[in-house]
């Protein structure tokens, strides 16, 4: 098992990093996906990660060679390319029927996702604390849509919030799969391959030409959403080695908290670039609850798979 430094503060504040890039990112997308569409915008983040990536592997003389792998690792590896491009994909696509909040809120089903596969692939335990996180986080989100409910079911609103679901369950069949890649290939390896073929696999169905319409901001927007995959991630990667995985993954859990003020305050210092959430105090509540659910199911105890499972970088 991978053993922290103890340097438990420097892990915080690169926690907090985390959770400042993951709660502001969907903000970004959010404008960006109603000026162009959901696969250009995944396209140019991967084709941009890879790139920085790759350079830096290049200069650490660490580039991947995939004649190494066998038939079983090159299946994961297919599997873990497909897991993470579904999710950058379909939680754009999600971005483009609800909001950024309300995107931030559904997709803290991915880590129960990846608990629950725990269960079937690796035989995991389910402990009582874990269960009743889970449990506390869905009445969380029946809370925080008990005025959306019947939208839920019909209309474009229920489709957005299907694609994020379907984004969260694809996370983590990419986390499981990359947790076996580890014993054949470093994080940062595996992050270059599945970045480096994205761009491949979402090349014939994007349309670069389509961002020489971006203005100004919306160059910026969308270099800090490609920045925003590296940075984060890279945080997020030596938080772990500074704090255990447990108490990084509870804090990532107020991220849609963030969102949410994030949110708030764009809605009142530039009115008309987003609407408002529009919360009631019971959908406020509701997203509070599903954030302990979260945060309770992160600090229980598990086993030593789910405990490296923690460790998968989110998409997004």
Known sequence: MHRTTGRWQFGLVLTLITVFMWGSLPIPLKILVGVVDAVTITWFRFLVASVLLGAWLAWRGRLPSLRKLSRTELALLAISIVGLAGNYVLY??????????????????????????GLIVFHERFGAVQWLGFAILCGGLVLYF????????????????????????????????????????????????????????????????????????????????????????????????????????????????????????????????????????????GACIVVVGSALSALAPRGRAAAELAEAPRGE
């Open 92 to 117: 754009l696509l999600g971005l483009e029927h609800i909001s950024p909040g309300a995107a931030q809120v559904v997709i803290q089903l991915a880590p129960m996702f990846l608990l629950l596969g």
């Open 146 to 285: 008990h005025d959306r409910l019947r939208d839920l079911f019909a209309g474009s609103y229920g489709v957005g919030v299907v694609m994020v679901v379907v984004a969260g369950a694809m996370w983590a069949a990419y986390a499981m799969a990359q947790k076996q890649l580890l014993k054949a290939m470093p994080s940062e390896v595996i992050m270059f391959c599945i970045y480096a073929a994205s761009v491949v696999l979402f090349l014939p169905a994007s349309h670069p030409t389509h961002l020489a319409q971006l203005d100004g901001v919306q160059i910026a927007l969308l270099i800090y959403a490609c920045l925003n995959t590296i940075v984060a991630y890279g945080c997020f990667a030596e938080a772990l080695d500074h704090w255990e995985a447990s108490r990084v993954s509870a804090v990532l859990a107020i991220t849609p908290l963030l969102t949410l003020v994030f949110v708030s305050w764009l809605a009142q210092l530039a009115p008309g670039v987003l609407p408002p959430e529009g919360l009631d105090a019971l959908s406020v509540a």
